[in-house]
């Protein structure tokens, strides 16, 4: 019970994280708008983590029967 308890815990710790962090960047992004170039890069970034995560992904579910 207590690892329930810890577990639960931290996804609720996580999700406040999550949800203080989106917040925390709209504030900043509709107060000090983000430059284009800047926005590229992330949006570059972004893209390649997200192809990396296919494909780990994929890599993973081939070992799957």
Known sequence: ??????????????????????????AITHI?????IALNRINEIATDVMDVLVACGTWLISFLP
Do not use: G, H, Q
Request: charged share 15%; proline share 6%.
């Open 32 to 36: 000090m708008p983000v430059p284009e």
């Open 1 to 26: 019970m207590l690892k329930t308890i810890k577990k639960n815990t931290f996804d609720a710790v996580a999700s406040l994280m999550i949800i203080a962090a989106v917040f925390y960047l709209a």
